[in-house]
Each structure stands twice: as structure tokens, then as C-alpha cells.
């Protein structure tokens, strides 16, 4: 009993000096986050430029409505979200899995190779894209000499092969990223289930199926919210491969907000009310996938 009152009597205290380290980090995130936020809301309320915003009640959001452009940015945004995020959860699942084996050789040369591209420069990588996928580069190149194609594949200028240069893109630059979290999570796996499988008669698919699978479900529910994110913020790729185009056939939400800002007559009223879109599927799709993939326990 007196130990609990020395407790409860230096609680107080105690609180106090984690109040001092909280307090900084709270008034930095309402200062740069959630003020930023509260004043885009408000910003999306009005219409104009700089000084002169007027107040105008939803039309902002009425005008989401009929504007052809936005309304093809967000079918373009939803199309790399559901095409290329599957791909690369399941590329980086079966590539971490595979460099995972301790049989393997020179793992650590691959696990490299393969986290290599989230860390190149955009710059410079979207301009190797744009060399490797023209009319006359390596892609196309090689593509017709194994006699896979007679005519070369117009990647920058077609509107679908354009929307499926922006999702190798993607592929190749994120899959090594969430391949990382996925080793975090085997390495965490003790040896011995597997081996306990092995006896068990089990084999390699059904180790993935029943094992690694279950056990990573945590880590692929955060990579899958956290590419989801990704996905419907997605500006770099587009604007530096395709610059949105042919005829607006790869633009984004984002690159959209941009346009918005900086290409057309500036709106800033309305560029936040389409920024407000970003906010709201963020929102919606992270409490499908957390109801969907969560756990029910919790």
C-alpha cells in the first residue's frame, strides 16, 4: 500500500515532465498539420487568388461534379491504384520470401539491386524511362527482335500503353521499398514453424499460403494503406514521364492540384476543394482496408 501512494504521489510530477517532451511535437503537428488542413477547408470555401478570395459556399465542390478534367484524373488515379498496388504487394511478398531462403547466394547484392530504385533520383530515372520506352529505344527494340511485336509500341503517345508505362514505373520504384518491411517480418518468423511444415509433408506454396501469409498480415495491411496513400497522392512520375498525357490519358489528382496552382489561371479556392477529394479517399479506402484486413480481436 505505501508504495502505491509514493506512486500516485509522484504521478503528478511525472506527467509534468512528459507534458514537456509531448508539448513541442503537439504544437508542431497542430502548427504544420492540422492548421495547414483547417485552412485548406476554408480556402476551398471561396474562390479567387491571393487576396482576393470571396466566400462561396459548396460550389467549388458542385463544380467536381462536371468538370470533365477532374473527373478523368480521379478514373486515372483509380486505375493505377487498382492495377498497380495488387503487383506490387504481391511482387515485393514473393521477392522478399525468395531472398529470405539462407540458401541463397549473394542475398545481399539482390536485396540491394532490388531497393536500389526507391532511392534513385526521379529526375533522372523518369529520363531513362522516357529513353528506354520510346518509339525507337531498347524496349521496343528488343521487343521486336525476339518477335514479340512487328511495330513498336507507342508508350509515351498511346493513351493506354502510357497509362501502362506509368504503372512499370511505379513497380520499379516501390516494390523494393515495401520488399524491406516484408524481411523485417520473415526474419521475425522462427525457423522452426517452417521446419515444422517441412515435416508436415508442405510445400513451398502452401508455407506461403498457410504460414508466411498469416503471420505477415499486419506489415502487408500497413504497406497496402501506406501504397494506397501513395497511389492517390501520385504527381513525380506522371509529370516527369508523360507530363499527364496524350490528351490528359495519364494526369493525376495531384498533377491536377498542380495544373490548378500553377498551369492554368490560378484557383486557389478550387484546387483545394479537389485536394479535399485526396483527403476524403484517403479517409474512406484506410477504413475499408483496416475493417477488411484488421484484426477482429482488436
Known amino acids: 500500500m505505501g508504495s502505491n501512494n509514493k506512486v500516485r504521489k509522484m504521478n503528478p510530477k511525472l506527467n509534468r515532465k512528459a507534458w ?43 463544380r467536381l461534379l462536371t468538370d470533365s478534367t477532374f473527373q478523368k484524373a480521379l478514373f486515372n488515379t483509380f486505375i493505377y491504384l487498382i492495377i498497380q498496388v495488387p503487383i506490387m504487394i504481391l511482387l515485393a511478398l514473393v521477392i522478399s520470401t525468395m531472398l529470405n531462403d539462407k540458401k541463397l547466394k549473394f542475398r545481399g547484392f539482390f536485396r540491394t539491386a532490388i531497393f536500389m530504385p526507391c532511392i534513385t533520383s526521379l529526375v533522372a530515372y523518369s ?22 511485336i512487328s511495330d513498336p509500341v507507342l508508350w509515351l503517345t498511346h493513351p493506354i500503353w502510357a497509362k501502362a508505362l506509368i504503372i512499370i514505373a511505379i513497380t520499379w520504384r516501390w516494390t523494393g521499398y515495401n520488399m524491406v518491411f516484408y524481411l523485417a517480418g520473415l ?3 522462427d525457423d522452426s514453424v517452417y521446419e515444422a511444415a517441412d ?29 494506397t496513400i501513395g497511389t492517390l497522392q501520385l504527381f513525380d512520375e506522371t509529370v516527369n514521364i508523360t507530363n499527364g498525357g496524350p490528351a490528359n490519358a495519364t494526369v493525376t ?16 479556392g478550387y484546387a483545394a ?13 484506410s477504413f475499408i482496408q483496416l475493417k477488411v484486413g484488421g484484426d477482429k480481436n482488436e
Open 20 to 62: 514537456g517532451f509531448v508539448l513541442p511535437s503537439i504544437v508542431l503537428i497542430i502548427a504544420f498539420v492540422f492548421y495547414p488542413m483547417i485552412q485548406a477547408f476554408i480556402t476551398s470555401l471561396q474562390t479567387g487568388m491571393g487576396n482576393n478570395l470571396t466566400f462561396n459556399g459548396v460550389a467549388n465542390y458542385k
Open 127 to 148: 529520363i531513362i524511362f522516357k529513353s528506354l520506352f520510346a518509339n525507337d529505344g531498347l524496349v521496343n527494340v528488343l521487343l521486336m527482335k525476339l518477335h514479340i
Open 187 to 189: 526474419q521475425g518468423i
Open 199 to 227: 515435416i508436415d509433408g508442405a510445400n513451398a506454396y502452401q508455407k506461403f499460403k498457410s504460414i508466411t501469409l498469416p503471420l505477415l498480415k499486419p506489415i502487408i495491411l500497413f504497406t497496402t494503406i501506406n501504397s
Open 253 to 268: 489528382i495531384s498533377q491536377y492540384i498542380y495544373n490548378l496552382l500553377f498551369k492554368y489561371t490560378p484557383n486557389f
Open 273 to 285: 476543394a479537389v485536394s479535399y477529394v485526396i483527403v476524403v479517399l484517403i479517409v474512406i479506402l
